[in-house]
């Protein structure tokens, strides 16, 4: 199966469709893990610093080259247009390589570079992605298909719960790098919108988070 992306739910490269053209992904450039500034201090007349931990998580950029082929310089221009519109607004950015949900937005058009009437187009798009803020973070006693359980917790369950809309990620142990979005709680347990791929046990450490 071909690389592809969704923003908002909708696949980049199949909704963007032409006759006789080609997308293709070139490459993606990902952060490996967020990046957190670290809260420390300089101390008078010692070497170095003292670091406190903890630390603030920042944004970080996404880079997406991707390369369209045609017959027509037209056929360039009509894909590269239906591109630019489905990427507006402030939406979830996910790869087909992976379960990892990044709250994007582009501030700039993308650039892109046409090479000769009839040949190809590369693009260069840049996401703009939010920090996750964690609200609240343990292990997990057990799940199911769509559920997390944390039997340690006592959670706000009143309407669909305190934690409807924010979002769940498995960071340790069974399903590592999966992200979800809530769709209600209990006072021990997370309800997802979409099936896990792999169920949370007791081993998953996870974090709930907003953007």
């Not at 309800?191 to 081993?203: A, F, G, M, R």
Request: proline fraction near 2%; glycine fraction near 10%; hydrophobic fraction near 30%.
């Amino acid at each position: 199966m071909p690389f592809s992306f969704t923003f908002g739910g909708q696949d980049i490269i199949d909704d963007t469709e032409v006759n006789n053209t080609d997308l293709l992904v070139r490459s993606v450039d990902r952060p490996v893990r967020e990046e957190i500034t670290r809260h420390k201090i300089e101390i008078p007349g010692r070497h170095g610093s003292y670091d406190f931990g903890g630390g603030v998580r920042r944004d970080y950029n996404v880079t997406v080259n991707l390369i369209i082929l045609a017959y027509t310089e037209e056929e360039i221009d009509t894909r590269i247009n239906k591109i630019r519109n489905l990427l507006k607004g402030s939406k979830e950015l996910i790869f087909s390589d992976s379960e990892i949900i990044h709250k994007a937005q582009i501030f700039e058009s993308f650039s892109y570079d046409i090479s000769g009437v009839g040949g190809s187009a590369e693009i260069s798009i840049v996401f703009d992605c939010n920090a996750k803020n964690p609200q609240d973070s343990g292990t997990a006693s057990s799940g199911t298909n769509n559920t997390l359980s944390d039997t340690l917790k006592s959670w706000d369950d009143e309407g669909n719960g305190e934690w409807e809309g924010y979002y769940v990620g498995i960071i340790d142990g069974t399903g590592i790098g999966q992200d979800r979005k809530i769709a209600s709680n209990t006072t021990t347990g997370l309800t997802v919108e979409e099936n896990w791929t792999t169920n949370p046990d007791n081993t998953s450490g996870y974090e709930i988070y907003e953007y």
